[in-house]
């Protein structure tokens, strides 16, 4: 039995291979956190506390790699060498290949316990933990994406502001009255570089339309469906017809364009507003707009706090148990918000911590509350990657005007399933 301590842990009957009975004795806990020397310092004062809380465990933290990026390659090397830890941060996307290493925990008789709380995880967060509905994780950082208009450009054009009932046809036509070529003013902006930016800017209204990514057995993809014809069909229409969207050429300069005053509408997160409000933008959020059927289902990319299987007792208890009290509602502030990011849990949405972050950042309790959009998590498969970048490339091409939407997301599920084939993460 895993014994209940601290802010959240869990007790339950042995669960295969996951956290087994508490041992005995000191113990090290090795955390690769990926992450910036700011949330690395947060991160290291949490172990410390957590440490001073259960002195017989130490929580040595260190980076990992340079970069978050880099973690997944330092753990596939590490896992042949045996020197992978205890828990490491990952990208939602790398879910399903952490999982194949068989090198991961399975915590999920671990999570049903009332105690958890697991509920209070978004959907597409505890999705993304669970690849194969094996619970690998916690998850570690949430977002979603919404709509962040100009105010000023709206008062101007003498548009009524955005709603969270907006429709995709509502967006169409402020997109177009928004726009000013004289003043090399946009409606809206869409990223081209062929990227996961340009990727996943797509899923919401492919989602909303009742498409899916992916086959049942998720071996082939199947975007190329009616739901994906529509969706990039309406995207094409507002860049080709309507000439109202800014074609980004990389994954920045549509956002230093709309903190400049020359786009009135972007479809983007809360990881923009610390720089919106530096740009002194007198700036608005809402929910995406629907097909008008009150469907608002955005995206999110949730991060993950993997945990790895040493065959060890104690390491495996002490793992969850951290893991579990750092996501915690009563300590997880101390991170995430600290760090500019979005509460974990439903149950912070109370906290004074949570009332001092949206005073700071306006529309970030809009972005909360959107996080009830997120209904489908974005695909973990190994292939994903491959996959993202044909269909990424397809849309561009499509909204540049050199594509027919139907032809152009076939090739990309044509590419994709190679992709696909050959599992590259």
Avoid at 109 to 134: L, M
Avoid at 165 to 182: C, G, I, Q
Wanted: glycine letters at 10%; a negative charge; hydrophobic letters at 40%.
């Amino acid at each position: 039995m895993i014994g209940l301590i601290g802010a959240c842990g869990c007790s339950s009957a042995d669960a295969g291979r996951g956290p087994a009975a508490r041992a005995a004795g000191p113990v090290v806990i090795t955390v690769w956190t990926g992450q910036d020397p700011g949330p690395e310092k947060i991160l290291e004062g949490l172990a410390a506390k957590f440490h001073a809380l259960h002195p017989d465990v130490t929580i040595r933290m260190s980076r990992g790699a340079p970069t978050t990026d880099e973690l997944l390659p330092r753990l596939t090397a590490a896992f042949g060498a045996g020197t992978y830890p205890d828990i490491s941060y990952a990208y939602g996307s790398w879910a399903s290949a952490l999982r194949q290493s068989d090198k991961t925990l399975d915590l999920t008789r671990e999570v049903a316990d009332s105690r958890v709380r697991w509920e209070e995880f978004p959907e597409a967060a505890r999705q993304t933990a669970s690849p194969g509905s094996r619970v690998i994780g916690f998850p570690a950082v949430v977002d979603n994406i919404g709509l962040l208009w100009n105010k000023k450009l709206f008062a101007a054009a003498g548009i009524p502001f955005p709603t969270n009932d907006w429709t995709w046809e509502d967006f169409r036509s402020a997109a177009k009255k928004l726009t000013d070529p004289v003043h090399h003013v946009f409606g809206t902006a869409y990223p081209v570089s062929g990227s996961e930016d340009t990727t996943w800017h797509l899923w919401p209204l492919f989602w909303q339309n009742g498409g899916s990514v992916l086959s049942g057995d998720e071996k082939r993809a199947v975007f190329d469906s009616d739901a994906g014809i529509s969706a990039l069909t309406f995207l094409r229409s507002m860049a080709v017809k309507d000439r109202s969207v800014y074609l980004s050429p990389d994954d920045e300069k549509y956002i230093e364009l709309f903190t400049s005053g020359r786009i009135g509408m972007v479809m983007s997160g809360p990881w923009e507003l610390a720089d919106v409000l530096r740009a002194g933008l007198d700036y608005g959020v809402s929910y995406l707009p629907s097909f008008g059927d009150g469907n608002h289902q955005t995206i999110s990319a949730p991060d993950l706090w993997a945990l790895f299987d040493h065959q060890d007792e104690n390491r495996s208890h002490w793992a969850f148990e951290f893991t579990a009290w750092l996501t915690s509602s009563a300590v997880d502030p101390e991170f995430n918000l600290a760090a500019g990011n979005l509460p974990l849990r439903s149950s912070e949405a109370s906290s004074p911590e949570f009332a001092e972050f949206i005073r700071k950042y306006p529309g970030a309790r809009t972005f909360f509350d959107n996080l009830q959009n997120a209904k489908v998590g974005r695909p973990t498969v190994p292939g994903y990657k491959g996959l993202s970048q044909a269909l990424g490339n397809a849309i561009a091409l499509t909204l540049r005007g050199g594509a027919d939407p139907a032809q152009a997301l076939q090739e990309a599920v044509r590419l994709s399933n190679i992709a696909l084939a050959k599992g590259d993460s």
